[in-house]
Nanobody
Framework: QVQLVESGGGLVQPGGSLRLSCAAS????????MGWYRQAPGKERDLVAT???????NYAESVKGRFTVSRANAENTVTLQMNSLKPEDTGVYYC?????????WGNGTLVTVSS
């Protein structure tokens, strides 16, 4: 089992920045993928960004150039730096960890972009 704890959500004005962090603990394998998904009100949960243990990244088109995902393998943490935030970035952001075909999710952290 893997446990995930997110932090860093909150209220920010359009154009502002936020930094989300996720810490994984438990039975973590060296080869894995960690990342972030978000669920806007009334919508499905969608990919934001992922990063593999080898450093390969994948971003949703809507966040390319504004968001940066990074990780520290030794600490089993993944971070999402979000810049130039827009109202449509509002939602609950979930951390995800994938290893050997098993998916693990955090409880989510709310990000609200509003003036």
């Amino acid at each position: 089992q893997v446990q995930l704890v997110e932090s860093g959500g909150g209220l920010v004005q359009p154009g502002g920045s936020l930094r989300l962090s996720c810490a994984a603990s438990g039975s973590i394998r060296s080869i894995n993928i960690m990342g972030w998904y978000r669920q806007a009100p009334g919508k499905e949960r969608d990919l934001v960004a992922t990063i593999s243990s080898g450093g390969f990244t994948n971003y949703a088109e809507s966040v390319k150039g504004r968001f940066t995902v990074s990780r520290a393998n030794a600490e089993n943490t993944v971070t999402l730096q979000m810049n130039s935030l827009k109202p449509e970035d509002t939602g609950v952001y979930y951390c995800k960890h994938v290893q050997y075909g098993a998916n693990y999710w955090g409880n989510g952290t709310l990000v609200t972009v509003s003036s």
